[in-house]
């Protein structure tokens, strides 16, 4: 089985920063992307930020020039760093990794999430 948890929600005011991990664990074969989702109530989950296993990384234009996606492939660990934060990032952030698994049908992906960590912005 595969686990990610996520750490690091919290309550900040309009312009402060956030640091959010996650990490993947389990039995998979590899992770070909992690990202970061988030969702309001009532709302679709949308994408965040996202970064390939060569380091390739896609940001939501809502979050381009504040938010920073990296990861650590040998620790199987990515991290969101968010600054200049406003009022509309409130939601509760999801990690998501897309893992390659081969459990003797042969290789597929598939796609774990965590439970979600709440980021409150105050105005």
């Known amino acids: 089985q595969v686990q990610v948890v996520e750490s690091g929600g919290g309550l900040v005011q309009t312009g402060g920063s ?3 991990s996650c990490a993947a664990s389990g039995s998979f074969l590899s992770i070909n992307v992690m990202g970061w989702y988030r969702q309001d109530p009532g709302k679709q989950r949308e994408l965040v930020a996202s ?3 060569g380091d390739s ?3 939501a234009d ?3 020039g504040r938010f920073t996606i990296s990861r650590d492939n040998a620790k199987n660990t990515v991290l969101l760093q968010m600054n200049s934060l ?3 990032d409130t939601a509760v952030y ?3 990794a897309d893992v390659y ?3 003797g049908r042969g290789k597929y992906q598939a796609r774990y ?3 979600g960590t709440q980021v409150t912005v105050s105005s």
């Open 62 to 64: 809502s979050v381009k």
């Open 51 to 53: 970064v390939t296993s």
């Open 18 to 20: 956030l640091r959010l």
């Open 113 to 115: 999430w965590g439970q």
């Open 101 to 103: 698994m081969d459990q």
């Open 86 to 88: 406003k009022p509309e």
């Open 57 to 59: 990384t896609t940001y």
């Open 94 to 96: 999801y990690c998501a």
